[in-house]
């Protein structure tokens, strides 16, 4: 599994198969929203801050297997971390799908994220993987949604 394709094959497929935290979130208190009108996807993220902590997060809707891989892995990534960690993390999965970020040369905190680099090289594919994490941001802000066609 030291091929950058086949590992990211086999984590779409995966997420797809067996989305994480996919529902709805008793006690949420962050809802947005979310909306890439280029491929059609549309979720809804669920969120409970506790303080500065995010404790727990959940998604929903339709959307494509990139997109919904996507969500799925932010949903784990962020549950326990800071609003700031997040913050951090939503960033810098931004750059890394618009290929601002050379995840291999610079640093950074994605982990596991990492498989979704490729994407850069797949315009049409870059809004959905980023969907999950703009609607992360629109929720942290209170905003009750958000579009990939508006500004960050
Ligand atoms: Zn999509």
Redesign the pocket.
Known sequence: MSDPRALYQEVILDHNKKPRNFGVLENANRHAEGH?P????HITLHVKIDGEEVSGISFEGQ?????KASASMMTGQVKGKTVAEAETLIQEFREMATGKLDVHAQPHHLGRLTVFAGVSELPS?V???I?PWHTLHAAFKELDNTSTEKDF
């Open positions: 890439n280029v491929c059609g996807d959307s494509c297997a990139i997109c594919r809004k959905c993987a969907l």
